[in-house]
């Protein structure tokens, strides 16, 4: 699967930045009101980020075998 450089910023902000810091969030926001399944949202999403940033690793992996 081929991205643009445009997509492939985007998802990365999404995955490094982005979404950590929003779990991150309601992480604590979640524990101090006591929010059912706090912890179960916290796991799903951080399985998500590594799921997203295995998927942008191959994908640059393949960029740069393809570049060379």
Same mark, same amino acid.
């Given at each position: ?7 492939y ?8 930045? &982005? ?8 992480? /604590? ?9 706090? %912890?179960?949202?916290?796991? /799903?999403?951080?399985g998500? /980020?590594? &799921? ?5 690793? /191959? ?6 075998? %393809?570049? %060379?």
């Amino acid at each position: 699967m081929k991205m643009s450089n445009k997509v492939y910023d985007v998802l990365k902000y999404i995955d490094l930045i &982005f979404l950590p810091a929003l779990l991150t969030f309601y992480g /604590i926001i979640g524990t101090t009101l006591n929010i059912p399944y706090t %912890e179960t949202v916290m796991i /799903i999403g951080n399985g998500l /980020i590594v &799921f997203l940033g295995t998927c942008l690793g /191959i994908s640059n992996h393949n960029y740069k075998k %393809e570049v %060379e």
